[in-house]
């Protein structure tokens, strides 16, 4: 099974330059969630929406490297079941002629 949230977008803290320290900009997350769907384990994508935006919101991270680590550590913990996770990250607006971001996939040993 699988869960797909696509183009999460918000506003938050999150940089290293000043005026990212001081002015929240929109970020967009993609997140592919893939886990053993087994009756009432199943995972809800309106939580896994939520926390991201409100972990983001309270963390202020200042890489976005930082918040891929944290985030996919902490959805882990959360969501034990899950097999593989792939979240990226993207600044929209911070260039004016692209989107940058990163990502990353993690699969994870099932026990």
């Known amino acids: 099974m699988q869960i797909h949230i696509d183009n999460l977008t918000f506003e938050t ?3 290293i ?3 990212e320290r001081l002015t929240p900009q929109k970020v967009t997350l993609h997140v592919k969630i893939a886990y053993d769907y ?3 384990n199943f995972i809800d994508y309106a939580k896994v929406s939520a926390f991201l935006e409100s972990e983001m919101n309270a963390m202020c991270y ?3 490297e930082d918040a ?3 985030l996919s ?3 882990k913990v959360f969501y034990p079941q899950i097999s593989k996770l792939k979240l990226k990250i993207l600044k929209p607006d911070i260039l004016p002629n692209a989107i940058v971001g990163v990502s990353h996939t993690i699969y994870y040993a099932q026990n």
């Open 62 to 64: 200042f890489l976005l």
């Open 73 to 75: 550590q902490k959805l």
């Open 68 to 70: 891929l680590k944290d």
């Open 13 to 15: 803290i999150v940089g």
């Open 38 to 40: 087994q009756g009432d």
């Open 17 to 19: 330059l000043e005026k």
